[in-house]
């Protein structure tokens, strides 16, 4: 694999919460290469690691130590302001409880990255929407989450994601709150936005939410077990 | 600066938000800024208006006039001692006219309050004061038709009369008053002059009074008096001067030892000036004071619901920040938040000062105005209230761990 041009570079990546006098070893020397455009699955069961990797990818918690090159930027040496600036246009959340505010309408949801961006509200609004077709919710636009199906807001969280134009999108459990049905629904928008040019790292404990990927990096123990690539027809 | 202009717009918005989600909060929050501000202002134009309508009266009296009386303006000793001096006679008021030999005019001055009949018609109660050739000048009354009185009317105690505008206006009505007679108490008196418009003091009208010579006055009712004496001093940089010669020539007059206290007042507008002011200041400083309790207590209680609101919003602030909100912006947030909770409790502050300003306008006799100063100073008060109570749930909110915050139910 391309080491020089990869969008994600970790390395030896360890993550220990003391809890008390106890140390919890989340992840324990993780190394791993992802590519631009790839749609990734990190597979394992519950305990193993999963989040805590996927949070440290997403600059929202820091490893306790490793090398983490996002781009070629060295992440563990930024400061928070910086990296309130990666998360915001690099990357795009999407979380297993959707984490919308609770009492803004799905469009003032998805404009919130714009916001910080300093993009003009005329703009945000364009973009916003725009944003909402591809999930297709463009007729709920002004609906308070609470107005709206889980599944609908899983697509504003969606939605909200891909609106800065990030270069990779994270899912966290996307299906985990929502019945079959609709979680298949979900993995279809990945589906499509990995299509369209998007790299997308999905998180989840089940196998055949994962087999939607191109690649599955199982991970047990907070270390990686097994990196296998789906070979589709 | 554009950008940063959009940052604060949005944080407005974005607070305006948060509030109207916690109407009732908010407001109960507000009532310490409420009382806080609103006492500071309402003092503030309270005095504004006592200014307006007092001091600029007290000034009126001139600060080159002297009074030399029977009980001081401001009474430093007690009343019985006061009550017990002897009343200033028209011997001492000559003994001055004659010996004060500076430049000064001197007039005694006295009044009562009588019933005036003219015909059918009558006016109870109007103020009767004395005259003299001088209190054309110390009083500033000029006469608007007929005269005021010769030497030789005020000499031989003549029973005529200067009415006010107003009392011309009820008593004659259309016709010329001059040369007709009028009833004070039960003597009658020839009107000889109208005196000009001279306006009110205190809800009093000036215009609704009559000068007669002084000893006319006396003659009629009665001498059992005692009588002000009125100095007007034309060289302002010799009041200290004429002070001290004043006070020695009725020491004199009235064969005071050197032990003895002054048994007479020498009053000036500046004693009042100064009363005035010391009760003022004592008004501004009590309002300082309770403003500022007020405003701490309100801070406290604005930095307790932002620390409430920043604890409730935990999850919030998470996906704000994973969103990509910076710390700057998380603490600008909640600052401006409190800074707008803080001038809403302004802005009703300034709206009830505002109520109460026109309330005491319309129930006492003094002119209340909301002065402009005190408006800005109420929405400054509570701005940075807001700014300083905010500070430090705003960092505490900004120093929160994304993930943290996430986690958070
Ligand atoms: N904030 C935390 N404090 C202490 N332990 C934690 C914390 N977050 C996760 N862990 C522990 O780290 C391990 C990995 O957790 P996580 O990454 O959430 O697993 P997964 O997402 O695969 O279910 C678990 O044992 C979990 O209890
Ligand atoms: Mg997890």
């Known amino acids: 694999m391309d080491k020089n041009n990869a969008l994600i570079d970790l390395n030896g990546i360890i993550k220990t919460y003391h809890v008390g006098t106890v140390d919890v070893h989340a992840l324990r020397g993780v190394d791993l290469l992802i590519q631009n455009k790839e749609y990734i699955s990190i597979m394992g069961p519950s305990g193993s690691g999963k989040s805590t990797l996927m949070n440290i990818i997403g600059c929202l918690d820091t490893p306790t130590s490793g090398i983490y090159k996002l781009e070629s930027e060295l992440v563990h040496e930024m400061d928070d302001n910086k990296l309130a600036e990666i998360r915001n246009r690099k990357i795009g959340f999407v979380f297993q409880t959707f984490n919308l505010l609770p009492r803004a309408s799905a469009l003032h949801n998805v404009e919130l990255p714009l916001i910080y961006s300093g993009v003009s509200s005329s703009e945000r609004r364009l973009r916003a929407e725009e944003a909402l077709e591809k999930v297709g919710l463009s007729d709920r636009k002004d609906h308070k989450p609470n107005e709206l199906s889980g599944g609908q807001r899983q697509r504003v969280a969606i939605a909200r994601a891909l609106v800065n134009r990030p270069s990779l999108i994270l899912a966290d459990e996307p299906t985990g709150n929502l019945d079959s049905k609709t979680g298949e629904e979900i993995m279809e928008i990945f589906g499509r936005l990995n299509k369209a040019g998007n790299t997308i790292i999905l998180v989840t404990h089940e196998r055949y939410v994962a087999e939607n990927a191109n690649r599955i990096v199982h991970i047990h123990d907070g270390n990686i077990a097994k990196d296998e690539i789906l070979v589709r027809n | ?409």
């Open chain 2, 1 to 409: 600066m554009i950008s940063f202009l959009i940052k604060l717009w949005e944080n407005i918005l974005i607070a305006l938000r948060a509030l109207a989600e916690n109407k009732m909060r908010s407001v109960l929050t507000t009532v310490g800024i409420i009382i806080g501000v609103l006492t500071v202002v309402s003092v503030a134009s309270i005095i504004a208006g006592l200014n307006a309508g007092f001091s600029d009266q007290i000034s009126n009296l001139g600060s080159n006039t002297l009074y030399i009386q029977k009980y001081p303006w401001v009474a430093k000793g007690d009343w019985e001692e006061y009550r017990n001096r002897p009343n200033i006679t028209m011997r001492e008021v000559e003994y001055i006219q004659k010996n004060l030999q500076v430049d000064a005019l001197v007039a005694p001055s006295t009044a009562t309050r009588r019933e005036l009949k003219y015909k059918d018609d009558s006016l109870k109660d109007i103020i009767i004061r004395s005259a003299t050739i001088n209190t054309p000048q110390i009083d500033a009354i000029t006469v608007d038709n007929g005269r005021f009185f010769t030497h030789h009317e005020i000499n031989h105690k003549q029973n005529k009369v200067v009415i006010g505008f107003e009392i011309k206006d009820k008593l004659f009505k259309e016709i010329d008053p001059i040369g007709k007679k009028i009833r004070i108490g039960n003597t009658s008196f020839t009107v000889i002059g109208v005196l000009e418009k001279r306006g009110s003091i205190f809800g009093h009208s000036l215009d609704s009074e009559v000068y007669i010579p002084v000893e006319s006055l006396f003659k009629n009712f009665g001498f059992h008096r005692s009588i002000d004496i009125v100095i007007k001093i034309n060289d302002i940089t010799k009041v200290n001067q004429i002070k001290d010669k004043l006070q020695f020539l009725m020491r004199v007059v009235r064969k005071l030892k050197p032990n003895e206290k002054n048994n007479f007042s020498l009053n000036q507008q500046e004693m009042l000036m100064e009363t005035y002011n010391n009760l003022t200041n004592g008004l501004y400083t009590a309002a300082m004071g309770i403003g500022a309790l007020s405003l701490l207590v309100g801070g406290i209680g604005i930095m307790n619901i932002m620390l409430v609101s920043v604890a409730e919003r935990k999850r919030e602030i998470g996906i704000r920040k994973a969103l990509g909100a910076t710390r700057g912006i998380i603490s600008f947030q909640f600052i401006v938040e409190s800074i707008i909770i803080c001038s809403l409790g302004g802005l009703i502050a300034i709206f009830f000062s505002f109520l109460l300003s026109l309330v005491i306008d319309k129930i006492t006799p003094f002119p209340s105005t909301v002065p402009l100063w005190s408006v800005l100073m109420g929405l400054g008060f509570s701005s940075f209230v807001g700014i300083f109570f905010g500070i430090y749930p705003a960092m505490k909110a900004a120093r929160m761990e994304p993930i943290e915050c996430l986690h958070f139910e």
